[in-house]
């Protein structure tokens, strides 16, 4: 899959299509997807390590029928360990879903006037003006030489950015949350990388806010949106997660 979207991304005719059509290229929520996918298979790989482990486990403890006991408790404290490593891997899980999906959504802040209401994303704005909806991309060359425009595509580009270290290190805390569970790698980075990337997360949304040009002077009443709110409450349930995480 990663090979896949490189070589896509490569030979795609991105100077031609620039040249002849005057259209600003960006890498859209299928490309993402793609990579998420490679990330949940390579996920779903690692994580065959512990089943294969916890398996042979069970099979010795079988067969040692002197020491029943002993292992039977010991077999107890490992799927408690499990079970625990699975309810801060699920977490963490849920906390990446809503963040990815949160970057590809209008609804980071929202701005009131005349009854009317624009809803403002990472990438570009909408609106609904007498039934008909109407975006604008932040990419765009009109975009830029509007003042504010060009502060926002800079906040949606540097909370955009911000995001994907935040995914990047969740995602290095699964792998190695899982890996300390099943005591292949014991150590506490996995809690270090999960509360990192929540923290990133909560930032990216402070940051994306700071940035956020005042449309006062338009007579525009903004405030947050569904999306800015769910990125911040999955930053906090990473860094909770973390934190449950024992070495």
Known sequence: VFVGSIVWLALFPTSDMVEFT???????????????GG?????????????????KYYENGEQESLNSDVSGSMMSLS??????????????????????ISMFTNNWIIGTYDN?????????????????TYILDYSFDECQEIGYCSELGMAGSTAFIMLLFSICALTVAVVLIHLNS??????????????SGGAISILATIVFYSMFPDLSEFDVDTSPGFSFYLVGFSG????????????
């Open 22 to 36: 005057e259209i600003n290229l960006d890498l859209g929520i299928g490309f993402y997807l793609a990579l998420m």
């Open 39 to 55: 990330v949940a298979g390579f996920l779903s790989g690692i994580m065959q390590f512990g089943s294969q482990s916890s398996s």
């Open 79 to 100: 799927f408690q360990s499990i079970n625990s490593t699975t309810k801060i891997l699920t977490l963490i899980l849920i906390s990446m879903v809503a963040i990815f």
């Open 116 to 132: 009317e209401s624009s809803y403002f994303g990472l990438h570009e704005e909408s609106w609904t003006y007498q039934g008909n």
């Open 182 to 195: 099943i005591g292949i790698f014991k150590s506490n980075y996995g809690k270090i990388a999960a509360i």
């Open 236 to 247: 906090i349930f990473a860094i909770v997660s973390g934190l449950m995480e024992h070495k």
